[in-house]
């Protein structure tokens, strides 16, 4: 056995190194961010301002609107993620693991996540090039007309990103165990049945997972938007989401000043929004259906 | 017994005949595969064509008429796309290298011993792998402009690792925890300190130092965040940002902007393709808990 203060001073220098670079540079600018938001730091001495950054961010006219038409296309964002993206993924990782396949399931694995490694900007400027009304390919301007612009990205996002419920699924159909699904065969059940009646149950936990997952990923979203659009995505902000507006009020752009205090509320407000949409659906959800199954 | 031999029938009569079911199966995924790899196949065959040719036939492979590396020659001449790389494969592989070591530094103490903070840490960790740490970016700056590190790749290795390190403890700990307690018994019986404990008990977990560097690999070669924010001189841009800011300055120049496309996706492509397995299975197993 360890002693107990041998156990101790192991522990503390065997975390130390990750636990210094975590803190450091991942938690405490977070709660630096939090406390940050309260204080005018704008002058020479810090004044503790209370919550005056949050009414100003909810009440002054032109920053609130940008800022719930970023939320407003942040959520559509997500949604479509969400409805196109996850349900591709899940028949890709249903079909992936039917039991048909032999040697060519790595193939497809492999290829069909190529997208997913690599970088937005690349696969933005890919999409704009073949959308692109000079090229001919389409002959509509997609990404210049303010009502297909988002979802148009959003596309180009599910393109890149479907590997990843895919895989998630595929990983959680391989892990169930094969008696069950060859007694649900010996009985005559069809791959559907099969499939929708032993297999799904069984990995909805994951299910939920990769869409609280996705949730966390869009609304943490920036790259795609910025790189195709810039930090005042048009036309007419119909493409800003939250990261954009979060940058543009921190960086600053044409037309608005760079202000840290509101930034670090802007980040405040965004962190609280997914930790009480993540929390919530931890508590309500992913409880009942942990207990479901076990 | 019975069973034994429907599952031979079974595999003998999905070698030998394409049943409904199975074309079915190939047939959406192989046009899955070409809707995945189909935009990144045009842009790679029009990089190699002159500016008519792309606009003439997008779909159509070079010939000897329309085969050019003009496109290639501009980016490589009026980019910096060497540099880039260099900048690229620097904070890549220092960032992965310091999340893999300090990782399973971490992962192996919280997997061995028992105090009564290691719960609290472990979980600080788990949840640190849903954390968006970019919300974090305004104190990020400031400390880094505080050090006097800001505009420099070591401000980028920082962040990528402190921000790697929860994913890379989490997936260490889950291959920690199949190392039988015997084997570290047995070195503590024979005098080896607790250092020397963990580098015995190492060769046991290498699948999972593969699975945690693959996975931090991608998305810190592909960030375009940090390095717009924290070094975004034109000495210090990597590939994603060079890529940016060349597509910005070029927008009309469809031979370059297709060669510097190609340039940025290609090298992924490649290292994904060696090392999927390692990949794939890091990504489920350091999420699906």
């Known amino acids: 056995m360890i002693r107990q203060s041998t156990a101790r001073w192991s522990l503390f220098l065997f975390v130390l190194p990750a636990l210094a670079l975590y803190g450091l540079f991942g938690i405490a600018p977070l709660l630096t961010s939090m406390v940050m938001s309260l204080f005018d730091t704008s002058r020479t001495a810090d004044v503790f301002i209370g919550l005056a950054n949050y009414v100003y961010l909810f009440t002054q006219p032109v920053v609130s609107a940008r800022f719930w038409n970023a939320l407003g296309n942040n959520a559509l964002y997500f949604t479509i993620h969400v ?212 | 017994m019975a069973l034994d031999m429907t599952e031979i029938d079974r595999r003998r009569a999905v070698r030998s005949s394409w049943t409904f079911e199975r074309v079915l199966v190939h047939t959406v995924l192989v046009v899955f595969v070409l809707i995945a790899l189909g935009p990144i196949l045009v842009v790679i065959i029009n990089s190699f064509k002159t500016t008519p040719a792309i606009f003439g036939g997008p779909f159509a492979p070079p010939t000897g008429d329309t085969f050019s590396l003009a496109g290639y020659g501009r980016v490589f001449t009026r980019g910096n796309f060497l540099l880039n790389y260099r900048n690229s494969l620097i904070v890549t592989t220092s960032s992965v290298l310091l999340t893999v070591v300090f990782s399973t530094l971490a992962a192996y103490a919280l997997v061995e011993y028992r105090v009564r903070i290691v719960p609290f840490l472990a979980g600080l960790f788990v949840v640190g792998v849903m954390l968006p740490i970019r919300l974090g970016t305004i104190p990020i700056i400031q400390m880094m402009v505080a050090l006097h590190l800001n505009d420099t790749l070591l401000a980028l290795i920082l962040v990528y690792t402190a921000m790697s390190v929860p994913l890379g403890v989490t997936l260490m700990m889950t291959y920690f925890r199949t190392v039988p307690p015997e084997l570290k018994e047995a070195a503590r019986v024979d005098g080896a300190g607790e250092f020397r404990t963990f580098r015995i008990v190492l060769p046991l977990v290498r699948p999972g130092l593969a699975a945690v560097a693959t996975v931090t690999m991608l998305p810190v070669w592909n960030d375009l965040w940090f390095p717009l924010i924290l070094a975004p001189g034109k000495g210090n841009q990597t590939v994603t940002l060079g890529v940016q800011q060349f597509v910005g300055q070029f927008l009309n120049d469809y031979p370059a902007l297709l060669a510097a496309l190609t340039l940025g996706a290609v090298p992924l492509i490649v290292l994904f393709t060696i090392f999927s397995r390692q990949f794939i299975r890091g990504l489920s197993a350091g999420y699906g808990k």
């Open chain 1, 83 to 294: 409805c196109v993206e996850v349900p591709i993924g899940l028949l890709l990782a249903a079909f992936l693991t039917s039991g048909t396949l032999r040697r060519s399931e790595g193939i497809y694995r492999t290829l069909l996540f190529i997208p997913t490694t690599l970088s937005v900007v690349i696969v933005g400027f890919i999409w704009r090039l073949i959308i692109n009304p000079l090229w001919g390919v389409v002959g509509f301007p997609l990404l210049g007309t303010a009502a297909t612009a988002l979802p148009t990205i959003s596309l180009m996002g599910v393109w890149e990103y479907f590997g990843i419920p895919m895989i998630f699924l595929y990983s959680a159909l391989i892990a169930i165990p094969d008696d069950l699904v060859e007694a649900a065969r010996i009985d005559g059940a069809t791959p559907w049945r099969i499939f929708w009646g032993v297999k799904f149950p069984l990995i909805v936990p994951q299910f939920g997972l990769i869409v609280i997952l996705t949730f966390i990923w869009t609304f943490n979203g920036f790259d795609l938007v910025y790189a195709l659009n810039g930090s005042a995505p048009g036309p007419n902000y119909s493409t800003d989401i939250l990261g954009t507006f979060f940058y543009r009020t921190f960086f600053g752009s044409s037309g608005q000043v760079a202000d840290l205090d509101l930034g670090a509320t802007v980040a405040t407000v965004i962190f609280f929004i997914m930790l009480l949409v993540t929390a919530a659906y931890f508590w309500l959800v992913q409880r009942r259906l942990r207990a479901h199954v076990a």
